[in-house]
């Protein structure tokens, strides 16, 4: 091994100092980068590579250069499963090392730091090959073990637990604690009882995989042979089971355990739905669980909506609208203060189409200290500063059949003098009414209604009982949304439009340029091997202009009014998502599928 030496892998410029040398990161980038690798135990290389700020391959081939050898892209190798079980997979793990080609007398071996003498001399002894190492990016040699050794269930049950080093508050911190100190859920003590352990795995796989869903469900085999305790995930989207099962046993503690941690439901009481919530801290980011607990004819059935605060700061230049539609959307929202900009804007969609995301990125794009805004939602689901925020409850009661509803809190609203007001949703006549008066008296109004596209939210207003001339007089305009997967940056790829995906263009009045590519998702270690990673908004943005609001009110009915805004230069909902697949940003079946199932519904 004395040869591997003269090789030059002994060690000379830090990552770092090589880096900046090529410039290929400032160090500004870089010393970031290493806070965050040190916090998340995590090599630099890695954070570079996971967050993009270097690509791939250039960072391969320039550190490969700098310690004198041969990288390998390991994406793009099919390695034979004999060959990379040449090393025990708890070796393999700890060394971050994977063999994936033999000769006759050497092994090559894709190393995350190929400068490592004791690792190369570990896997001589064990082989009794010349070890060839090669460069290769950490998330590759794990996502490579991963395919090849897989990963049982106890397996990744036992790496989720492992994690968890310390119960602290979770024991009985709530979202009404505010002034008790959160510790982490991720520092769990390892002497804390199952219960608790598995409560926070489900926590931590969830918060792992980005999700934002935890559905915990019970299905029970009248043998039990089979019956289990079903841990599903909603990540951008899809569900997706989890990689481990909680023991059948244990399904009333781990639901009562939630129920505690709210500190607001009964855990005597099995046999009607429950509301609360959690709030807790992973790894120092505060996080909100919105919980709902509904009896099943097999236990209880417990749903976890994750409400990440730092989601909603979202930069309303980030929620992917294309260039002419954002730029009319935000020409909807100057002029405000001083009550030169009013009226109201709706944002329709079904549940889960990112209608409350576009809502808070436009608050956030108009808040600021010279303009008073108050919101009415039920319930509060993200703080944000310089905002009047209003917990409706109709629950409570106010006397004389009334309670605290949206209409209540609108009538409220008016005395209090604000420049901007944003209701959650539009439900009733009477809030729409409220909201319409709101807006004609010289408040810009914001609100949600549950509609598949922007003309259908004007007829729905005029069917909840309100007068046409009112609705056409007051909005200013409808935003239409959904949300589409968005295809991983790091693995989609080329190909030529099938001639039913062209017919699918056509039909939606657009033409492919010839020689476009569109792309495919294929799966790598970025995305877990899926092919998308996030989504992106899809759009239709529909302005009440004069010749509009002249037309409806002859006609107010959805199919003329989107006829009409389309000669006006409207882009429809599957318009704006088929120039996005030509951006490539997702495939024509998330976009022409989601539109089909929808106009279907």
Not at 31 to 59: G, I, M, Y
Not at 551 to 572: C, Q, Y
Request: aromatic fraction near 6%; hydrophobic fraction near 40%; proline fraction near 5%.
């Amino acid at each position: 091994m004395a040869d591997l030496q003269k090789e030059g892998l002994s060690r000379r410029r830090t990552i770092k100092e090589i880096l900046i040398e090529k410039k290929l990161a400032t160090e500004e980038d870089i010393n970031a980068a290493q806070e965050r690798a040190k916090t998340q135990k995590k090599t630099l290389q890695q954070v570079l590579a996971e967050e993009k700020t270097v690509d791939r391959v250039p960072l391969l081939k320039v550190l490969s250069e700098a310690w004198k050898v041969d990288f390998v892209d390991l994406l793009t190798v099919e390695p034979d499963k004999e060959i990379v079980q040449m090393v025990p997979e708890s070796a393999a793990r700890r060394h971050m090392a994977v063999p994936f080609q033999k000769s006759e007398d050497s092994l090559s071996v894709a190393m995350g730091d190929p400068r490592d003498f004791f690792v190369l001399e570990d896997i001589n002894l064990r082989t009794g090959l010349k070890v060839v190492p090669y460069l290769a990016l950490p998330q590759d040699v794990e996502f490579l073990l991963d395919k090849v050794y897989g990963k049982s269930e106890g397996e990744m049950m036992d790496k989720l637990l492992a994690s968890v080093k310390k119960s602290g508050e979770l024991e009985d911190d709530g979202i009404e604690l505010k002034d008790e100190e959160k510790t982490d859920i991720t520092d769990i003590d390892a002497s804390a009882p199952e219960v608790e352990k598995f409560t926070n795995a489900i926590i931590l796989g969830a918060l792992n995989l980005k999700a934002s869903d935890i559905h915990i469900e019970p299905f029970e085999d009248p043998t039990g042979k089979t019956s289990q305790m079903l841990i599903r995930y909603r990540v951008d989207g899809m569900l997706r089971a989890a990689n481990f099962s909680i023991p059948w046993s244990y399904r009333a503690a781990v639901i009562a355990k939630i129920k505690i941690m709210t500190n607001s439901m009964d855990i005597t009481e099995r046999r009607i739905p429950q509301s609360g919530r959690i709030q807790i801290l992973a790894k120092g980011k505060p996080v909100e669980f919105r919980v709902e607990i509904v009896p099943t004819v097999y236990g209880e059935s417990c749903v976890m909506r994750i409400l990440d605060r730092a989601s909603v700061r979202v930069d309303i230049n980030k929620l992917m609208f294309m260039p002419d539609t954002q730029e009319r959307f935000l020409g909807l929202l100057k002029g405000i203060g001083g009550k030169k900009n009013f009226g109201l804007i709706i944002v329709c969609g079904p549940t889960g189409s990112g209608k409350s995301t576009t809502l808070y990125a436009a608050l956030n794009y108009v808040n600021r200290p010279d303009i008073k805004i108050l919101t009415a939602e039920n319930p509060v689901e993200y703080n944000i500063d310089g905002i009047v925020q209003v917990p409706v409850n109709p629950d409570i009661k106010l006397g004389d059949n009334k309670c605290f509803d949206f209409a209540t809190a609108l009538r409220s609203f008016l005395r209090l003098d604000p420049d901007v007001i944003m209701v959650g949703e539009i439900r009733d006549e009477e809030t729409a009414h409220i909201a319409m008066e709101a807006a004609m008296t010289g408040h810009l109004v914001f609100s949600t209604i549950h509609t598949n596209d922007a003309p259908s939210a004007v007829a729905r207003l005029v069917e909840m009982g309100l007068p046409a001339y009112v609705v056409v007089a007051t909005l200013k305009a409808v935003l239409a949304q959904r949300l589409a997967r968005k295809l991983c940056d790091s693995c989609k790829q080329p190909y030529d439009p099938s001639p039913e995906e062209i017919a699918g263009f056509r039909d939606n009045c657009l033409e492919i340029p010839p020689g476009t590519k569109l792309y495919k998702p294929v799966g790598c270690p970025e995305c877990k091997d899926i092919g998308f990673r996030g989504r992106i908004g899809i759009h239709e943005l529909l302005i009440m202009t004069d010749s509009l609001k002249n037309f409806a009110l002859k006609d107010i009915s959805a199919g003329p009014l989107r006829d009409a805004a389309v000669k006006e230069g409207m882009r429809t909902i599957s318009q704006d998502g088929l120039e996005k697949v030509l951006k490539g940003y997702t495939t024509v079946r998330e976009v022409l599928g989601g539109a089909a199932e929808e106009s279907a519904k």
